[in-house]
């Protein structure tokens, strides 16, 4: 994080306890740890979700939450690249520049070609900007649908193959990421941050990690991503969804990530998070302990 004269030597941003930062998700996995960054850093922190009367959909919802803000963190409430993204994005990106909101923070995905149009709405919106694009989240392996099938099943089905690797990066390293984006004048202005983790694994190895700390007997299982759209058919998620998620998982995990980002030292000064940290602390902390639930 940058002191006063760094602020001073990029930008006008304002000092840390005078900015109000929307945080869209804040109830989600990144936006949640977004607001406990930004708070930590003295930031004043709105959270923006349907628990707050925000709503991506409802065009009419954006002006109370955006008014009054210096900056705002956009997370999509589906994927980056989903067909409705860009539109979204681009459409509260100018809301956003119309009512005074001065610096933008995406997260986007590293790798995935789909999320072009929505970077791109963004730098095209008339607002300073930064585009956060992440590798895999470690969390992914703790929360949300994927640890539901370790503990109750203690297997993961999942499209990733046997061999891709992912630089998977800790969700605490992306938030500290975004916070000093939002926070540090022009510094980061029209720039896209790379971020990953320190070292590549293949899920199979990531799964087995957890299997080593928590002493179960853990397994992965690759399946095609057509196999994998059939079974989330099976659920009952829509088709247009499913069409998206084969089509995403199929080019995401052919192995095109198989290599490191350095935005996490790059912004912050200090290596990522390791893997083998988060699953020591998520296994201490029950994460996937079976009938286990998600903790805040």
Known sequence: MTDMADMRAHGDMRAHG??????????????????????????????????????????????????????????????????????????????????????????????????????????????????????????NFSEGPLVEELRQRGELVFPAGDRAREPFVDLRDVADVVVAALTSGDRYAGRVLEVSGPRLLTFGEAVAEIARETGRPLTYRAVSPREYGENLAGFGVPEEEVAFLVELFGDLLDGRNACLSDGVRQVLGRAPRDFGDFVREGAAAGAWAAGASDRP
């Open 18 to 139: 005078d900015m109000t930062v929307v945080v869209t998700g804040a109830s989600g996995r990144t936006g949640r740890r977004v607001a406990e960054a930004a708070r930590a850093a003295g930031l004043t922190v709105r959270a923006a979700s349907r628990a707050t009367g925000f709503d991506w959909r409802s065009r009419s919802t954006w002006a109370d939450v955006l008014r009054g803000a210096d900056a705002a963190y956009l997370v999509c409430p589906d994927d980056v690249g989903a067909p409705d993204a860009a539109g979204a994005v681009g459409a509260l990106a100018r809301e956003a520049a119309g009512l005074g909101v001065r610096r933008l923070v995406l997260l986007s995905a590293r790798g995935e070609e789909q999320a072009r149009p929505t970077e791109e709405a963004l730098a095209g919106a008339g607002v300073d900007w930064t585009v956060v694009r992440a590798a895999w989240f470690a969390q």
